[in-house]
């Protein structure tokens, strides 16, 4: 199983990106996927997570209203648009995928490597 992240980049307070996580070796429509992020000094903490086939989206509450989380069956891949950002969401994030249908957590099976996400003026 192989989970590329792309999408990060340098934005400006206020502005958006679009966060893109392909999967290879594993079928993401009935997977749980989560994405995750590490700003500089801190923990890994979850951001958004989409748990198995039907058991909906969650976002954590400093994502919720700023960024959606979305599935694209048909390319296998899962991404995360995000919106008014603001310095403190600089930090490097991770796509996780788990065949369970349970809430994304830190220890899920699969994880992509990073892309950084920088929010600054």
């Known amino acids: 199983v192989q989970l590329q992240a792309s999408g990060g980049g340098l934005v400006h307070p206020g502005g958006s990106l679009r966060l893109s996580c392909a999967a290879s070796?594993?079928?993401?429509?009935?997977?749980?996927i989560g994405w995750f992020r590490q700003a500089p000094g801190k923990e890994r903490e979850w951001v958004s997570c989409?748990?198995?086939?039907?058991?909906?989206?969650y976002y954590k509450d400093l994502a919720k209203g700023r960024f959606t989380i979305s599935r694209d069956n048909a390319k296998n891949t899962v991404d995360l648009q995000m919106s008014s950002l603001k310095p403190e969401d600089t930090a490097v994030y991770y796509c996780a995928v788990d065949s369970l249908p349970i809430m994304c957590y830190d220890g899920m099976t699969y994880w992509g490597e990073g892309t950084l996400v920088t929010v600054s003026s």
């Open positions: 989409i748990v198995g086939r039907y058991s909906g989206s």
């Open positions: 070796g594993i079928t993401l429509d009935s997977s749980t």
